[in-house]
């Protein structure tokens, strides 16, 4: 007999699990640079559709199918009974799907950690085997009847059979891959590569704090009988709190270590936090919860550090520290906080040790595979993208896509139009009025006799100045005529390099600041009241108050009406 709410609640658990998809696939673009985002997405994409297929046709049976010890059995296409493992009241097809999608959890973990550097096609062929045989084999052991659920190993949702497979797989996969060109200076010191979208990023980590819900809550595989409703709401609590403890901790540690509460990798923590709690969530209180939240919080950070500064292991969005360290850790410590037989507890010693037998046991199977795995890609396919292709993105490389965010530019346009009748007729002393801070005008431009107007000279003013100024820049401008500029938001910082500041530990040793540019062509207004009026626009008495630059221009053309010079900037355009 079939139960309706038991296998709702395993489909459930399957659609927000597979939605976990997106969640990695937007972290880890806006982890990333922009040139590369297409390239995640479709890694993230393939992740799924390659693992689906293969688990169906040699993973599912390596895991679940037959008894032994070591390994499950060889089903191609699924055509065995499988009715002894099934949960209470949920068919065959439900359990099916539910165990795909962890399975393609575990696989696209590595895509972050070998991001912006890996070939696509070696990183199909690298899906299709973990999917194969080497999430298979170790799931097995825990979770298919293999040796190590014999000997009592718990890891409820995933920590080390999901988060630190994909973990190992990320630092053997990272480690033989190489550091990201420029990530290193010629001293071996990491350089701050900074995400490009931290907005996409901090998106996909409520995404899969959401999703987690199901990947933790639904592994209860039911929700028939009272105790099974009690266990289903405290693994939601244990869930969150292990995720919002870690995400304070890690803020307040990186606030005290490095000045100031670090982004991504508090955005990191949650996650951490999440994948710590994974292996006992069932076992553990909700005090339990918060002592490997906070746990999380402060190996995290530490983590993260010590593969970039000290392994020089260059992981773009912490993969590593996030599923392999927290993953292992989460689960060593579930032998010592689980209510029923943690060490803590009084359960004695055993519990705690299997866990870490389980743990090594674990480990070395993935780095031994991983290792023959991502080596005979090196060698036959190629693991590595070519130096150029790195440099240039691998969107335009190996997708031909240009950009992955085609109707949006970094540079907008804009025009400040000029109030009408809203200024004195001006006062000229040799050609050009005086102008003060307090007070500018437009001048009124004649034209010596006998010059064409095409003949006026034109000057280009280039000024940067801090995003807050523009507005009051802008304005300015529009008082003393200027109604024609260009402006791009750049990034930029003088000689001084700006206030050192920390991505992810690291120091940046050139921190851009986010600029404004604004180009004007003059031609009516004269130079010096463009500068004038910008210094007073812009001055503050402070570093980074702006700079101007003036150039010559040789002409300038009006497309429509093939107008040049002075008359190309006049008139309705």
Same mark, same amino acid.
């Given at each position: 007999?079939?139960?309706s709410?038991?296998?709702?609640?395993?489909?459930?658990?399957?659609?927000?699990?597979?939605?976990?998809?997106? &969640?990695?696939?937007?972290?880890?673009?806006?982890?990333?640079?922009?040139?590369?985002?297409g390239? /995640?997405?479709?890694?993230?994409?393939?992740?799924?559709?390659i &693992?689906?297929?293969i688990?169906?046709l040699l993973?599912?049976?390596?895991m679940?199918? &037959?008894?032994?010890?070591i390994? $499950?059995?060889?089903?191609?296409f699924v055509r065995?009974d499988y009715?002894?493992?099934?949960?209470?009241?949920?068919?065959f097809?439900?359990?099916?799907?539910?165990?795909t999608?962890f399975?393609?959890?575990?696989?696209? =973990?590595?895509?972050?950690?070998?991001?912006?550097?890996?070939?696509?096609i070696s990183?199909? /062929?690298?899906?299709?085997?973990?999917?194969?045989?080497?999430?298979?084999?170790?799931?097995?052991?825990?979770?298919?009847?293999?040796?190590?659920?014999?000997?009592?190993?718990?890891?409820f949702a995933?920590?080390?059979?999901?988060?630190m497979?994909?973990?190992?797989?990320s630092l053997?996969?990272?480690?033989?891959?190489?550091?990201? =060109?420029?990530?290193?200076?010629?001293?071996?010191?990491?350089?701050?590569?900074?995400?490009?979208?931290?907005s996409?990023a901090?998106?996909?980590?409520f995404v899969?704090?959401?999703?987690?819900?199901?990947?933790?809550?639904?592994s209860?595989?039911?929700?028939? $009988?009272?105790?099974?409703?009690?266990?289903?709401?405290?693994?939601?609590?244990?869930t969150n709190?292990?995720a919002?403890?870690?995400?304070?901790?890690?803020?307040?540690?990186?606030?005290i270590?490095? &000045?100031k509460?670090?982004v991504?990798?508090?955005f990191?923590a949650?996650l951490?936090?999440?994948?710590?709690?994974?292996?006992?969530?069932?076992?553990?209180?909700?005090?339990?919860?918060?002592?490997i939240?906070?746990?999380?919080?402060?190996?995290?950070?530490?983590?993260?550090?010590?593969?970039?500064?000290?392994?020089?292991?260059?992981?773009?969005v912490?993969?590593?520290?996030?599923?392999?360290?927290?993953g292992?850790m989460?689960?060593?410590?579930?032998?010592?906080?689980?209510?029923? $037989?943690?060490?803590?507890?009084?359960?004695?010693?055993?519990?705690?040790?299997?866990?870490?037998?389980?743990?090594?046991s674990? =480990?070395a199977?993935?780095?031994?595979?991983?290792?023959?795995?991502?080596n005979? /890609?090196?060698?036959?396919?190629g693991?590595?993208?070519?130096?150029?292709e790195?440099?240039?993105?691998?969107?335009i490389?190996?997708h031909?896509?240009?950009?992955?965010?085609?109707?949006?530019?970094?540079s907008?346009?804009?025009?400040?139009v000029?109030?009408?009748?809203?200024?004195?007729e001006p006062?000229?002393?040799?050609?050009a009025?005086?102008?003060?801070?307090d007070?500018?005008?437009?001048?009124?431009?004649?034209?010596? !006799?006998?010059?064409?107007?095409?003949?006026?000279?034109?000057?280009?003013?280039?000024?940067?100045?801090?995003?807050?100024?523009?507005?009051?820049?802008?304005?300015?401008?529009?008082?003393?005529g200027?109604?024609?500029?260009?402006?791009?938001?750049?990034?930029?910082?003088?000689?001084?390099k700006?206030k050192?500041?920390?991505?992810?530990?690291?120091?940046?040793?050139?921190?851009?600041? !986010?600029?404004?540019?604004?180009?004007?062509?003059?031609?009516?207004v004269?130079?010096?009241q463009?500068?004038?009026?910008?210094?007073?626009a812009l001055?503050t008495?402070?570093?980074?108050?702006?700079?101007i630059?003036?150039?010559?221009?040789e002409d300038?053309?009006?497309?429509?009406?093939?107008e040049?010079?002075y008359?190309a900037?006049?008139?309705?355009?």
């Amino acid at each position: 007999m079939y139960s309706s709410v038991n296998t709702i609640w395993v489909l459930l658990g399957a659609a927000l699990v597979f939605f976990m998809q997106a &969640g990695f696939a937007m972290c880890e673009a806006g982890f990333t640079r922009a040139k590369n985002t297409g390239n /995640i997405l479709m890694k993230n994409l393939m992740d799924f559709c390659i &693992g689906t297929p293969i688990f169906w046709l040699l993973g599912f049976g390596l895991m679940f199918g &037959g008894a032994g010890a070591i390994i $499950g059995g060889f089903d191609p296409f699924v055509r065995g009974d499988y009715s002894a493992i099934l949960p209470d009241g949920v068919p065959f097809f439900a359990f099916f799907i539910f165990q795909t999608v962890f399975c393609a959890t575990a696989a696209t =973990i590595v895509s972050g950690a070998m991001a912006e550097r890996t070939k696509f096609i070696s990183y199909c /062929i690298y899906s299709l085997m973990i999917s194969a045989v080497v999430y298979p084999i170790s799931g097995h052991w825990i979770w298919g009847g293999g040796w190590l659920s014999q000997m009592g190993f718990h890891d409820f949702a995933g920590s080390t059979v999901v988060h630190m497979v994909g973990g190992v797989a990320s630092l053997i996969g990272a480690k033989i891959l190489g550091p990201r =060109i420029g990530k290193y200076d010629k001293d071996g010191k990491p350089r701050a590569i900074l995400g490009h979208n931290l907005s996409i990023a901090a998106l996909g980590v409520f995404v899969l704090w959401f999703c987690w819900f199901g990947f933790n809550g639904c592994s209860t595989v039911s929700m028939t $009988g009272d105790d099974t409703l009690v266990a289903a709401g405290s693994i939601f609590v244990t869930t969150n709190m292990a995720a919002a403890v870690a995400c304070v901790t890690t803020m307040l540690f990186t606030w005290i270590r490095f &000045g100031k509460p670090d982004v991504s990798m508090t955005f990191n923590a949650a996650l951490g936090g999440l994948v710590a709690i994974t292996a006992g969530c069932d076992m553990v209180s909700v005090a339990g919860a918060a002592i490997i939240g906070t746990c999380a919080g402060i190996v995290l950070p530490l983590a993260v550090e010590f593969f970039d500064k000290v392994a020089k292991i260059d992981d773009p969005v912490g993969a590593i520290s996030v599923h392999g360290v927290c993953g292992a850790m989460g689960t060593l410590l579930t032998g010592l906080l689980a209510v029923d $037989g943690g060490l803590f507890y009084g359960g004695g010693v055993k519990f705690f040790l299997t866990q870490c037998l389980g743990v090594v046991s674990v =480990i070395a199977w993935v780095a031994v595979a991983m290792l023959i795995i991502f080596n005979v /890609i090196k060698h036959t396919v190629g693991l590595r993208a070519s130096a150029v292709e790195e440099l240039e993105g691998l969107d335009i490389h190996e997708h031909g896509l240009p950009t992955a965010y085609a109707d949006f530019s970094q540079s907008t346009s804009m025009t400040a139009v000029a109030k009408a009748n809203a200024y004195p007729e001006p006062v000229t002393e040799g050609g050009a009025r005086k102008v003060t801070p307090d007070e500018a005008v437009p001048v009124q431009v004649v034209s010596a !006799p006998g010059v064409p107007a095409s003949d006026v000279k034109l000057s280009k003013v280039t000024i940067i100045c801090n995003q807050a100024k523009f507005e009051e820049l802008k304005n300015t401008m529009n008082e003393i005529g200027v109604t024609g500029m260009t402006v791009t938001q750049v990034l930029g910082c003088g000689i001084q390099k700006g206030k050192t500041e920390y991505y992810r530990g690291v120091p940046m040793t050139m921190n851009l600041l !986010p600029k404004v540019q604004v180009d004007i062509v003059v031609s009516k207004v004269p130079v010096s009241q463009v500068v004038s009026a910008a210094k007073s626009a812009l001055y503050t008495g402070s570093i980074g108050d702006g700079k101007i630059f003036v150039y010559d221009v040789e002409d300038v053309v009006k497309v429509r009406t093939g107008e040049h010079g002075y008359d190309a900037l006049q008139g309705e355009e």
